[in-house]
Nanobody, 126 residues
Framework: QVHLVESGGGLVQAGGSLRLSCTTS??????????MGWFRQAPGKEREFVGR????????YYADSVKGRFTISRDNAKNTVYLQMDSLKPEDTAIYYC?????????????????WGQGTQVTVSS
């Protein structure tokens, strides 16, 4: 059973940066036929797609709201995927979740992802 653990959240001023980590354990990504996604959920709102990347590192894809400010990368040796967030805005405040899905077709809907982490809070002050 794959487990995902996010870390790196916190409080930052607008314009600042944070790097979130998502460390995987309990499974193997044989053949690389997996994709990692990042989502976020603000109070009273639905879970929102942020970005995704293949476990192999290919096909990064981002929501328009974060394109040019957020970057996803991975370190397979550490079984970790990162979300680098720059030029943060107060509207980026949310709980951020990483998730994994079998298959490398680009998917941006939460129901298409199979295993989720517990989330990490990001708060951006104005």
């Amino acid at each position: 059973q794959v487990h995902l653990v996010e870390s790196g959240g916190g409080l930052v001023q607008a314009g600042g940066s944070l790097r979130l980590s998502c460390t995987t354990s309990g499974g193997t990504f044989i053949g690389g036929n997996y994709a990692m996604g990042w989502f976020r959920q603000a109070p009273g709102k639905e879970r929102e797609f942020v970005g995704r990347i293949n476990w192999s590192g290919g096909s990064p894809y981002y929501a328009d709201s974060v394109k040019g400010r957020f970057t996803i990368s991975r370190d397979n040796a550490k079984n970790t995927v990162y979300l680098q967030m720059d030029s943060l805005k107060p509207e980026d405040t949310a709980i951020y979740y990483c998730a994994v899905r079998l298959g490398i077709v680009v998917r941006t809907t939460a129901r298409d992802y199979d295993v989720w982490g517990q989330g990490t809070q990001v708060t951006v002050s104005s």
